[in-house]
T-cell receptor, first 113, second 112 residues
Framework: NAGVTQTPKFRILKIGQSMTLQCAQD?????MYWYRQDPGMGLKLIYY???????DKGEVPNGYNVSRSTTEDFPLRLELAAPSQTSVYFC????????????FGSGTRLTVV | AQSVTQPDIHITVSEGASLELRCNYS??????LFWYVQSPGQGLQLLLK??????LVQGIKGFEAEFKRSQSSFNLRKPSVHWSDAAEYFC??????????FGKGTRLHILP
């Protein structure tokens, strides 16, 4: 089925470990986004990309890195996991015009202990 | 910069009752406005959107929303809620740059 695929769905990390959250879309969307969702706080933008090879910081980029080598993939890297990064992470994509809105993945629930 | 306010963190309604969820936005020109729904453990699904034309927009699952420029509002309504409507609802605004800004959400509870 067409859409945004996130892996893994759940992950527990120890403090200081690293991991990559994967995001892939098969809709040929240029724009891709990473958000984190914390209870009562809505969604906060971590990083986004307007096309392959182009990324930019969002509201809360510290502790994260991204790359966009292809149109389809937009992985999010956590280098030194901290308890403050415990959250649910959502990847989203959209075509060229913003009025289409986003298509979201089903999320990755990350716990750092 | 644009912003979105959802004044109600929680709303409880009885099954079969009508529903209105409030959303106010801040932006100088006509924004792009969205409502998303998130069921427990799921991602966000687009309910409806407004960017021009008729200020009353229809969405999926029987929802509608009305854009009121004078009040900077985009409230979501449903005439009769079902137990399956229990979820979290997010209002969002996109305006001129590459990003959509989300409100903090309203959690809807349904009484049987």
């Amino acid at each position: 089925n067409a859409g945004v695929t996130q892996t893994p769905k759940f992950r527990i990390l120890k403090i200081g470990q690293s991991m990559t959250l994967q995001c892939a879309q098969d809709m040929n969307h240029n724009y891709m986004y990473w958000y984190r969702q914390d209870p009562g706080m809505g969604l906060k933008l971590i990083y986004y990309s307007v096309g392959a090879g182009i990324t930019d910081k969002g509201e809360v980029p510290n502790g994260y890195n991204v790359s966009r080598s292809t149109t389809e993939d937009f992985p999010l890297r956590l280098e030194l996991a901290a308890p403050s990064q415990t959250s649910v992470y959502f990847c989203a994509s959209r075509p060229g015009q913003i009025n289409y809105g986003y298509t979201f993945g089903s999320g990755t629930r990350l716990t750092v202990v | 910069a644009q912003s979105v306010t959802q004044p109600d963190i929680h709303i409880t309604v009885s099954e079969g009752a009508s529903l209105e969820l409030r959303c106010n936005y801040s932006y100088g020109a006509t924004p792009y406005l969205f409502w998303y729904v998130q069921s427990p453990g799921q991602g966000l699904q687009l309910l409806l959107k407004y960017f021009s034309g008729d200020t009353l927009v229809q969405g999926i699952k029987g929802f509608e929303a009305e854009f009121k420029r004078s009040q900077s509002s985009f409230n979501l309504r449903k005439p009769s809620v079902h137990w399956s409507d229990a979820a979290e609802y997010f209002c969002a605004v996109g305006a001129g740059d590459d990003k959509i800004i989300f409100g903090k959400g309203t959690r809807l509870h349904i009484l049987p």
